[in-house]
């Protein structure tokens, strides 16, 4: 089926919604974040662990498993749920984000038929399209697919901005021409860089298609966060209030509610794995280190209130000690607990939006998480 | 408590023995393999997936922990249980035989005294005795421990096997004085090289000492098979019924199967998972590296008859998949999958003990699995 997406309450201050999307795999409520899973594994974790933090929907990426498996291996398996044994619903984007930030030596050749870049991985030529990322997407056999779009480079002319954007909405006819599939939705995606006409341009135009839902695409491309809030507030306005709004590569918790206030739904970030393997770790009060010397006979969870598997069996001494010898037992807890951090913090925001209290919320927040932050 | 080892049954056709074992954290039965967790950790699982598998008692490494992140501090934790989460018995290793193997360009100084080495970390001077390892033991509070041993090279002069062993036969008895206490139990460990009379005499003067269970040490150092099974032999008659006998560093399957066969009731080594790491799964028909190109498209999983949860939930594709892409799930499904197998060997032969056809098991298996190895 496609999803669905119903509105369930508006917040009273804010333009934050709380929703329930109907998938294949049943339903998932909004706001959410979405684990990453790049490479059809969310790095270090198990489907069930991943579960386990309370995630509904989760992400693949549709030019890495392209390079490897290679989407003819995924299909043949039985399509991505099968293939990682992950029994809910799998987001894909579309490749363009990776080829603009992965392509071997950032070389790419764009032209109106498609992009020309080199694999990352052995600098073997490569050619996607819209059409072709499609195509690859309805064979992973995702539940959500995303439009192939350029994701514009920041600072970026406007000339250059316009240019890209109306390229990507010819790229998102095609892409929906080309898509077939009754049992996985494809959502467009918002781009126009940083100029508030070409956003409210790019998102009439993409919501004239009608797609299941909307991205926001084009942010965390080295913008300011004042810019990122500007690019979702000159978008949202002509986005449907009866489909799901999701800002792309978005995982800063600050981020999560300032989007969320805005009306987003969906999120998605590397953030809290790649953080892991860095050894730092989400708090109320900030990121912490725990390969930091201070941990070193610290025998306290890394957050006490936490409900964590990682917080509720271990302590910063023994993680500390992981991450010092090495033992990839140390990035899995921490994954384990950056992932639940950011959904516990979504499951949070949605209990402020029935109680018509996220300002408060947000604010007492970031009083607690800025203080080590910033 | 100390442990208490209850022979159960002699298998008809061998020396092979059904037992328990009785320990702080229950009763487990013998034989038995015994997952390596050198760093407190079981390389890249959890206690609840070790647990999983079916193990019993669980290894960790005296020496490792003391150079990371010291006996202090894991005492400090509330001991090893705590501080790794291991809620079953837990053995530690006297730290000998790591420092003959891993100690800095392997230099090292054997006085009456101890041993005086470099740390194969930071290549800083250390000192290690039979009282200290004693004392490291105690602080690391493992149910039980080694007793500090030279394990001799292979080969070696009759004369150097002889002054060695004898000399661990006097580290034994100060390790001995120096244990008090009364919740963890000591093993004396069997030297002797490839000398049956040594082997002999060290068996005798060890158990005179009256330790809680024997070790067969000084074996997997480079010696043949025929001559590591002799060295089992040539002690194991002069070893008491009532107390557990341990093969140290033992975890091929023939091996354990001719280990057992001979009278051993305890098992440990890395190999499942090192293998996992390189990408090696055990079979019934022998060992297969999952990353060959012909397992690419293979949608079965490692072992269609094995109950464990990589074989349960994932294909040798996909395997290959996370091994190709460097992503750590890979090695931790291997390591599930060659920790049961290992365990899963045990428990068919105790119950091949118990129905007496131990013999004939051990034709068909090896049967099957050197086809491939051999």
Same mark, same amino acid.
């Given at each position: 089926?496609?999803?669905?997406?119903?509105?369930?309450?508006?917040?009273?201050?804010?333009?934050?919604?709380?929703?329930?999307?109907?998938?294949?795999?049943?339903?998932?409520?909004?706001?959410?974040?979405?684990?990453?899973?790049?490479?059809?594994?969310?790095?270090?974790?198990?489907?069930?662990?991943?579960?386990?933090?309370?995630?509904?929907?989760?992400?693949?990426?549709?030019?890495?498993?392209?390079?490897?498996?290679?989407?003819? =291996?995924?299909?043949?398996?039985?399509?991505?749920?099968?293939?990682?044994?992950?029994?809910?619903?799998?987001?894909?984007?579309?490749?363009?984000?990776?080829?603009?930030?992965?392509?071997? *030596?950032?070389?790419?050749? #764009?032209?109106?038929?498609?992009?020309?870049?080199?694999?990352? %991985?052995?600098?073997?030529?490569?050619?996607?399209?819209?059409?072709?990322?499609?195509?690859?997407?309805?064979?992973?056999?995702?539940?959500?697919?995303?439009?192939?779009?350029?994701? =514009?480079?920041?600072?970026?002319?406007?000339?250059?901005?316009?240019?890209?954007?109306?390229?990507?909405?010819?790229?998102?006819? /095609?892409?929906?021409?080309?898509?077939?599939?009754?049992?996985?939705?494809?959502?467009?995606?918002?781009?126009?860089?940083?100029?508030?006409?070409?956003?409210?341009?790019?998102?009439? @135009?993409?919501?004239?298609?009608?797609?299941?839902?909307?991205? #926001?695409?084009?942010?965390?491309?080295?913008?300011?966060?004042?810019?990122?809030?500007?690019?979702?507030?000159?978008?949202?306005?002509?986005?449907?209030?009866?489909?799901? /709004?999701?800002?792309?590569?978005?995982?800063?918790?600050?981020? %999560?509610?300032?989007?969320?206030?805005?009306?987003?739904?969906?999120?998605?970030?590397?953030?809290?794995?790649?953080?892991?393997?860095?050894?730092?770790?989400?708090?109320?009060?900030?990121?912490? *280190?725990?390969?930091?010397?201070?941990?070193?006979?610290?025998?306290?969870?890394?957050?006490?209130?936490?409900?964590?598997?990682?917080?509720?069996?271990?302590?910063?001494?023994?993680?500390?000690?992981?991450?010092?010898?090495?033992?990839?037992?140390?990035?899995?807890?921490?994954?384990?607990?950056? #992932?639940?951090?950011?959904?516990?913090?979504?499951?949070?925001? /949605?209990?402020?939006?029935? *109680?018509?209290?996220?300002?408060?919320?947000?604010? @007492?927040? %970031?009083?607690?998480?800025?203080?080590?932050?910033?």
């Amino acid at each position: 089926m496609k999803i669905k997406y119903e509105l369930r309450k508006n917040e009273k201050n804010t333009s934050a919604r709380l929703g329930y999307l109907y998938t294949n795999y049943g339903r998932v409520e909004t706001p959410m974040f979405m684990p990453v899973g790049t490479q059809a594994t969310i790095k270090t974790l198990s489907p069930e662990e991943v579960k386990e933090c309370g995630s509904g929907v989760v992400l693949a990426n549709t030019y890495h498993l392209h390079l490897r498996p290679g989407e003819d =291996i995924v299909s043949k398996a039985g399509g991505l749920h099968k293939f990682m044994n992950y029994d809910g619903p799998i987001l894909t984007d579309s490749g363009g984000f990776q080829v603009f930030s992965l392509a071997k *030596n950032k070389k790419k050749d #764009i032209t109106e038929e498609g992009v020309h870049f080199k694999s990352h %991985i052995d600098g073997k030529s490569l050619f996607l399209t819209p059409e072709k990322s499609i195509e690859i997407q309805n064979k992973l056999d995702s539940d959500i697919a995303m439009s192939f779009d350029e994701c =514009i480079p920041y600072p970026a002319s406007y000339e250059y901005a316009k240019a890209s954007t109306e390229r990507t909405l010819r790229w998102a006819k /095609r892409g929906k021409d080309a898509h077939k599939n009754e049992n996985q939705s494809l959502f467009g995606i918002v781009q126009g860089g940083e100029y508030t006409d070409l956003r409210i341009m790019s998102a009439k @135009e993409t919501v004239k298609m009608n797609f299941d839902g909307y991205s #926001i695409g084009g942010t965390s491309v080295g913008e300011g966060k004042d810019v990122m809030y500007k690019m979702i507030d000159d978008a949202i306005l002509y986005l449907p209030k009866d489909k799901p /709004r999701y800002l792309m590569g978005v995982g800063d918790p600050i981020d %999560i509610l300032e989007g969320v206030i805005r009306g987003v739904d969906m999120f998605d970030c590397v953030l809290p794995t790649r953080l892991a393997r860095h050894g730092n770790a989400f708090t109320r009060s900030g990121k912490i *280190n725990i390969k930091n010397l201070k941990f070193k006979e610290d025998f306290t969870p890394i957050e006490d209130e936490c409900d964590c598997y990682a917080c509720k069996h271990y302590t910063k001494a023994y993680i500390r000690h992981l991450l010092t010898a090495q033992e990839t037992f140390g990035a899995r807890l921490l994954s384990i607990h950056n #992932i639940r951090f950011l959904i516990k913090l979504t499951e949070e925001i /949605r209990e402020a939006i029935k *109680n018509d209290n996220l300002l408060e919320y947000k604010e @007492e927040f %970031i009083s607690k998480y800025s203080k080590k932050n910033n």
